[in-house]
């Protein structure tokens, strides 16, 4: 293992350049560690974002060599060919400053494609009671874990295309509101996913589940989107 | 355009996938016979001319590139140039209807 690693990290917002800096190799290293490390010893207004450093709640996802990753769980032996590595904002969402973006649009998505539950029990009632291996709740088993990194959105392509599109993360999380069985908002979500700037714009390019830090598939749930929004608007519901 | 009608399009674009697919499974064995077998122009028309058959199929073949392609195009032009709206729809209207006439005069050009 070589001794140092020669780092390009993105400074400046929309307009900037990559700068290098030389950072001491260390095992079991992680890309957040890296850039820690650049912050507090070599240039300390260097901007970036990150809060719980174990993988659960998805704000220091940034692109590593090209590709958007979750940077504490990436270590760099993984992703540093010849000892140097790339680091630069996520794609698909305005640049504030360094390494941290504006996620307002990201967030604003789960809003507009419905993503907060309704429920029809009120805090009088029972609980509602939902079986593990019921088929609607297997059916989410993989999509519940989403932590709202944003690796998705800033990988996908129809997003770059059409800035209107929900994107991947959003509409996952229709998905998994679809499949609630105490769910009551099924037809106006259905309504906020439809259309060209809903679930019907996506290429199925599968950026968004091949990169998921957590292994979701969201292209699985936006084509079962698709075929329920379909069967809604040939009943009529739309 | 209409939330409804834009989920009609996708709609229609796939299921009209469906049909291309077998459509043009179904041409290409017409054409590798028809090469194969050294058909002259005279001798494919002679087996067209008057064929119902043959007629209902590349008829249903032009109807599914009529429907498919426009739609395709409609969102490979919003994607590419960030043209949207009436106008764009106007367009992907026009191109459907003019593939469809295009195709089905040739196709009855070599039934009739």
């Given at each position: 293992?070589?001794?140092?690693?020669?780092?390009?990290?993105?400074?400046?917002?929309?307009?900037?350049?990559?700068?290098?800096?030389?950072?001491?190799?260390?095992?079991?290293?992680?890309?957040?560690?890296?850039?820690?490390y650049?912050?507090?010893?070599?240039?300390?207004?260097?901007?970036?974002?990150?809060?719980?450093?174990?993988?659960?709640?998805?704000?220091?996802?940034?692109?590593?060599?090209?590709?958007?990753?979750?940077?504490?769980?990436?270590?760099?032996?993984?992703?540093?060919?010849?000892n140097?590595?790339?680091?630069?904002p996520?794609?698909?969402?305005?640049?504030?400053?360094?390494?941290?973006?504006?996620?307002?649009?990201?967030?604003?998505?789960?809003?507009?494609?419905?993503g907060r539950?309704?429920?029809m029990?009120?805090?009088?009632?029972d609980?509602?009671r939902?079986?593990?291996?019921?088929?609607?709740?297997?059916?989410v088993?993989?999509a519940?874990?989403?932590?709202?990194?944003?690796?998705?959105?800033?990988?996908?392509?129809?997003?770059?295309?059409?800035?209107?599109y929900?994107?991947?993360?959003a509409?996952?999380?229709?998905?998994?509101?679809?499949?609630?069985?105490?769910?009551t908002?099924?037809?106006?979500?259905?309504?906020?996913?439809?259309?060209?700037?809903?679930?019907?714009?996506?290429?199925?390019?599968?950026?968004?589940s091949?990169?998921?830090?957590?292994?979701?598939?969201?292209?699985?749930?936006?084509?079962?989107?698709?075929?329920?929004?379909?069967?809604?608007?040939?009943?009529?519901?739309? | 355009m209409?939330l409804?009608?834009?989920?009609?399009?996708?709609?229609?674009q796939?299921?009209?996938?469906?049909?291309?697919?077998?459509?043009?499974?179904?041409?290409?064995?017409?054409?590798?016979?028809?090469?194969?077998?050294?058909l002259?122009?005279?001798?494919?028309?002679?087996?067209?001319?008057?064929?119902?058959?043959?007629?209902?199929?590349?008829?249903l073949?032009?109807?599914?590139?009529?429907?498919?392609?426009?739609?395709?195009?409609?969102?490979?032009?919003?994607?590419?140039?960030?043209?949207?709206?009436?106008?764009?729809?106007?367009?992907?209207?026009?191109?459907?209807?003019?593939?469809?006439?295009w195709?089905?005069?040739?196709?009855?050009?070599?039934?009739a």
């Amino acid at each position: 293992m070589a001794t140092t690693l020669s780092v390009s990290v993105w400074r400046g917002a929309e307009s900037g350049e990559f700068r290098i800096y030389e950072v001491p190799r260390l095992e079991s290293q992680t890309v957040l560690d890296v850039v820690t490390y650049i912050q507090r010893n070599l240039d300390p207004t260097l901007a970036y974002r990150f809060a719980c450093r174990v993988g659960m709640c998805g704000s220091c996802a940034m692109t590593v060599d090209g590709k958007a990753r979750w940077t504490c769980r990436t270590h760099v032996a993984s992703v540093a060919a010849e000892n140097r590595l790339e680091i630069a904002p996520l794609n698909n969402l305005p640049v504030i400053k360094d390494l941290v973006t504006d996620m307002s649009r990201f967030f604003d998505n789960w809003a507009r494609a419905k993503g907060r539950f309704h429920g029809m029990r009120s805090r009088k009632d029972d609980f509602a009671r939902v079986m593990p291996d019921s088929p609607q709740r297997k059916e989410v088993d993989g999509a519940i874990e989403c932590i709202g990194c944003g690796v998705c959105y800033s990988s996908c392509d129809v997003v770059t295309w059409n800035p209107e599109y929900l994107g991947p993360a959003a509409l996952n999380r229709a998905w998994t509101l679809l499949n609630d069985v105490r769910d009551t908002a099924r037809v106006a979500r259905l309504a906020a996913v439809a259309g060209d700037a809903g679930c019907h714009a996506c290429h199925t390019h599968m950026s968004c589940s091949e990169r998921c830090p957590k292994h979701i598939a969201p292209t699985a749930g936006i084509a079962g989107l698709k075929r329920a929004v379909v069967a809604a608007a040939l009943k009529g519901e739309l | 355009m209409n939330l409804r009608n834009q989920v009609l399009l996708w709609a229609a674009q796939r299921y009209s996938a469906m049909v291309l697919a077998l459509c043009v499974v179904v041409h290409l064995i017409v054409i590798v016979y028809a090469v194969r077998n050294g058909l002259s122009a005279a001798e494919i028309l002679g087996r067209t001319r008057g064929n119902y058959g043959w007629f209902a199929f590349y008829a249903l073949f032009v109807a599914a590139i009529a429907i498919h392609a426009p739609i395709g195009m409609r969102t490979i032009v919003a994607e590419t140039f960030g043209w949207r709206g009436a106008a764009l729809d106007a367009l992907t209207l026009v191109s459907g209807m003019a593939l469809a006439l295009w195709g089905w005069r040739a196709v009855f050009a070599v039934f009739a």
